[in-house]
């Protein structure tokens, strides 16, 4: 407990910290959100916080790690942090330079293949016609781990579009797979998934409307590549553990759904599927009459209705 304990704390203080550093680098190199059809803010505001995320969870990761014997360092984890560390610059740039969609996916998909080149692979699955579990051919397991992360990076970045959205989502997200994943006793991985409910935390005082910086793509797909790898990473020890993987997708089962609809509208009236739109779920939220702040928190509300279900289904097996 005094590992969870030490990640969240030390994260949320480093968080909250390194976010006002975070807003004057991006004003002093011109990484800003400016005013768009699409866009909700009517004034250019400062995108790069997500690197202050980032730097929160390494610490808070790299000390709660400190309590554990022995310290968790493996290929798979050096593989997550290599992955993490070039999604980053892509994010970075991206905030900087608007990348082209497809060279954005390009980058996410190469930061995918260093945790799953490590051993960070899906090998298995719960058999759909009776009891026990179906293995993966070499082939098939690569190709679902790799969707599994592209789809979760892009999961949590399509559903940032209003303040404070993506990180209160993440929050509880990430707090409630740090219980499930200590009762599983995975305690390297609670010890992560705390670290970044830390580091989301401390960066909400600044974010929550009216915010006065954005995560933007750097944290967005961060947070998005963390929920994939850890939760892949405790499957690849135990096979009891698998369950965290399926808990994942049911506490972020919002941002999920949101993402699968808006890749089939698009594709139903024939657009591009990496086009944008204004029809995510907070968007049609704001075209209801909510303000920002009301749409945010109902948002929070279907999130912890998912994270207490995966409570739920995981306590007959704790």
């Not at 984890?77 to 497809?102: E, M, Q, S, W």
């Not at 409630?176 to 599983?184: N, V």
């Not at 399926?246 to 139903?268: Q, S």
């Amino acid at each position: 407990m005094m590992a969870i304990a030490a990640a969240f704390l030390l994260a949320a203080i480093l968080s909250l910290l390194l976010t006002p550093w975070s807003i004057r680098q991006a004003l002093k190199w011109h990484i800003v959100a400016r005013p768009s059809p699409r866009k909700i803010h009517p004034q250019p505001i400062p995108c790069w916080g997500g690197i202050a995320i980032v730097l929160g969870i390494l610490f808070g990761i790299s000390i709660g790690w400190l309590f554990l014997r022995p310290f968790p360092l493996s290929p798979e984890t050096i593989g997550i942090a290599f992955g993490l560390l070039l999604l980053v610059f892509v994010g970075t740039l991206d905030d900087r330079h608007n990348l082209p969609a497809k060279v954005k996916l390009f980058g996410q998909i190469i930061a995918a293949l260093f945790p799953i080149t490590s051993g960070v692979r899906i090998a298995f699955i719960n058999n759909p016609f009776g009891d026990g579990y179906l293995f993966l051919a070499d082939w098939q397991s690569w190709l679902l781990t790799l969707f599994w992360i592209v789809g979760l990076t892009n999961a949590v970045n399509l559903i940032d579009g209003l303040d404070g959205l993506a990180a209160g989502v993440a929050f509880f997200a990430s707090l409630t797979l740090t219980f499930l994943s200590a009762m599983q006793g995975l305690l390297p991985v609670a010890v992560a998934f705390a670290a970044v409910a830390g580091a989301c935390i401390g960066f909400l005082p600044y974010n929550f409307h009216p915010a006065r910086v954005f995560m933007g793509d750097t944290g967005a797909m961060a947070l998005g590549y963390l929920f994939a790898t850890l939760s892949i990473l405790g499957a690849v020890k135990s096979v009891a553990a698998l369950s965290v993987l399926f808990m994942t997708a049911c506490v972020l089962a919002y941002p999920i759904a949101d993402t699968a609809l808006a890749i089939l509208r698009r594709w139903l009236a024939r657009r591009p599927i990496f086009s944008a739109d204004r029809e995510h779920l907070h968007h049609r939220l704001l075209d209801k009459g909510m303000d920002q702040r009301q749409a945010v928190l109902m948002l929070y509300a279907l999130t912890l209705f998912f994270c207490l279900l995966a409570i739920l289904l995981t306590r007959p097996k704790i």
